[in-house]
């Protein structure tokens, strides 16, 4: 079993930037490959970053690509996503996930999930 908790939203300005971070917790935990998900009201779940349980390769939407960044800590058991140049269509609840298969983008695909973060992106 594998607890997931995220942290670091809030509101901020178009143009501004946010650190996420996602405290990991449970057996094995820095095994899994992490994935940062997001979802904005009446929209369905999407895939944002993921990054192999080694923290060696990593895979972002085309959406936030050269914008986001996602990292992980395995002696803190911690994964961040580091966003810059926000819209305000990155404004959503952010999901931390974590999957024992490969790194990949499909939420079916993820064994454990967050209770999310909120980001508010102000134009």
């Known amino acids: 079993q594998v607890q997931l908790v995220e942290s670091g939203g809030g509101l901020v300005q178009a143009g501004g930037s946010l650190r996420l971070s996602c405290a990991a917790s449970?057996?094995?935990?820095?095994?899994?490959?992490m994935g940062w998900f997001r979802q904005a009201p009446v929209k369905e779940r999407e895939f944002v970053a993921a990054?192999?349980?080694?923290?060696?390769?990593?895979y972002y939407a085309d959406s936030v690509k050269g914008r986001f960044t996602i990292s992980r800590d395995n002696v803190k058991n911690t994964v961040y996503l580091q966003m810059t140049s926000l819209k305000p269509e990155d404004t959503a609840i952010y999901y931390c996930?974590?999957?024992?298969?490969?790194?990949?983008?499909?939420?079916?695909?993820?064994?454990?999930w967050g209770q999310g973060t909120q980001v508010t992106v102000s134009s």
């Open positions: 449970g057996r094995f935990v820095s095994s899994y490959a």
């Open positions: 996930a974590a999957t024992y298969g490969n790194i990949n983008s499909r939420v079916e695909q993820y064994d454990y």
């Open positions: 990054v192999t349980w080694s923290g060696g390769s990593t």
